[in-house]
């Protein structure tokens, strides 16, 4: 069963950069039907995401987010990254990596498995 | 970005009720609409994929409908565990997007 779990610093400075890590275990990262994503939830509120990758580095991101965002892939540690740059205290969330899956030859792609989230908080 | 809008924000019910939760895109979506559960602390869950699929393992009292810009979610007889928020999601395009989350709340 495919499961993935997030790792990182809790608590971030202002300013400075956010990085977390999604660790994919029970299958490969390296999977021609999946985009590997990152979502944030800040505390009583929705869900928003950030952006993902495919496994051979394609990304697509939040326009939102996109000047601070970096995600990359580690095919030979089954990990994916997260790295968000200049950190207020408005990035204060729970950081939650998924699987964006498809099957194929169905278009249509759905979040699933969700990782347990890690929360972060920026202090200044 | 493509507007997520869910209706009603939040909801109070009884067991064994029957509920529906309404979403509609800002554009037309053809059926790419997910609805996901979420309880507190948890990560949320995915229940309908594609508008209508039951994703393997939910309980048969949930179904999804519609398509273009008007989705349901309906859960058909609600059960102690069901009381959770729900999200809908489109992945019609990038950037991916959520509806603000309807709270289904005991009566």
């Known amino acids: ?124 | 970005d493509i507007q997520m809008t869910q209706s009603p924000s939040s909801l109070s019910a009884s067991m064994g009720d029957r509920v529906t939760i309404t979403c509609r895109p800002s554009q037309t979506i053809s059926r790419y609409l997910n609805w996901y559960q979420q309880k507190p602390g948890k990560a949320p869950k995915l229940l309908i994929y594609a508008a209508s699929s039951l994703q393997s393992g939910v309980p048969s009292r949930f179904s999804g409908s519609g398509s273009g810009t008007d989705f349901t979610l309906t859960i058909s007889s609600l059960q102690p565990e069901d009381f959770a928020t729900y999200y809908c999601q489109q992945s019609y395009s990038t950037p991916r997007t959520f509806g603000q989350g309807t709270k289904v709340e005991i009566k």
């Open chain 1, 1 to 124: 069963q495919l499961q993935l779990q997030e790792s990182g610093p809790g608590l971030v400075k202002s300013s400075e950069t956010l990085s977390l890590t999604c660790t994919v275990s029970g299958g490969s990262i390296s999977s021609s039907s999946y985009y590997w994503g990152w979502i944030r939830q800040p505390p009583g509120k929705g869900l928003e995401w950030i952006g993902s990758i495919f496994w051979i580095g394609n990304t697509n991101y939040n326009p939102s987010l996109k000047s601070r965002v970096t995600i990359s892939v580690d095919t030979s540690k089954n990990q994916f990254s997260l790295k968000l740059r200049f950190v207020t205290a408005a990035d204060t969330a729970v950081y939650y990596c998924a699987r964006e899956e498809q099957q194929l030859p169905s278009p249509y792609t759905w979040l699933d498995p969700w990782g347990h989230g890690t929360l972060v908080t920026v202090s200044s």
